[in-house]
């Protein structure tokens, strides 16, 4: 069993930048791959980017691609989100989640993943 928690959302205005966390409680975090998503009002639940156990490989999708950074410290438990030139479009609550999968990056689709934090809201002003 593994337990998410996000925190680092809030409000920021267009141009601005916000880093996100995500701690992980129980055992064996780096037999994880990461990967971060997000739902915006009305919207579907969207795949951001994921990264594998090592921190190695990473992958975005095209819309936060040269904007955001994944990156994880399997010493501290912890995959974090850096999100820079922030647009409105980036409003949504974002959520952490973990797939148990080996040496490769976590999937692209929310039912790939395994355990889901309960999300921090990120507004963009314009």
């Known amino acids: 069993q593994v337990q998410l928690v996000e925190s680092g959302g809030g409000l920021v205005q267009a141009g601005g930048s916000l880093r996100l966390s995500c701690v992980a409680s129980g055992r064996a975090f780096s037999n994880y791959a990461m990967g971060w998503f997000r739902q915006g009002p009305g919207k579907d639940r969207e795949f951001v980017a994921t990264?594998?156990?090592?921190?190695?490989?990473?992958f975005y999708a095209d819309s936060v691609k040269g904007r955001f950074t994944i990156s994880r410290e399997n010493a501290k438990n912890t995959v974090y989100l850096q999100m820079n030139s922030l647009k409105p479009e980036d409003t949504a609550v974002y959520y952490c989640a973990a797939e148990r999968v080996a040496f490769q990056l976590g999937g692209l689709s929310p039912g790939d993943y395994d355990y889901w934090g309960h999300g921090t809201q990120v507004t963009v002003s314009s």
């Open positions: 990264i594998d156990w090592s921190g190695a490989d990473t």
